[in-house]
């Protein structure tokens, strides 16, 4: 990690305040908006985000 964030835990490499893996400028994320993102963030940003919605997806 190149940058340190009060919210960031190194001990368990998480986002203190979203409770969730650290990827700066992820929705919630003290940096939304202000740091431009990688492709490759972007595309870690929505693979967590579908796996967190595929848990309920065809459940009825
Ligand atoms: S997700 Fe954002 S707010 Fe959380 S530790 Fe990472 S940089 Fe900080």
Redesign the pocket.
């Given at each position: 990690m190149s940058?340190s964030?009060?919210?960031?835990?190194y001990n368990d490499d998480?986002?203190?305040?979203?409770k969730?893996?650290?990827?700066?400028?992820?929705p919630?994320?003290?940096?939304?908006g202000r740091v431009a993102l990688s492709e490759a963030l972007t595309d870690r940003i929505k693979e967590l985000e579908q796996k967190k919605t595929s848990g309920t997806i065809g459940k009825k």
């Open positions: 940058f964030c009060k919210n960031y835990d998480k986002c203190l305040m979203l969730q893996e650290c990827i700066p400028g992820r919630g994320c003290v940096l939304e």
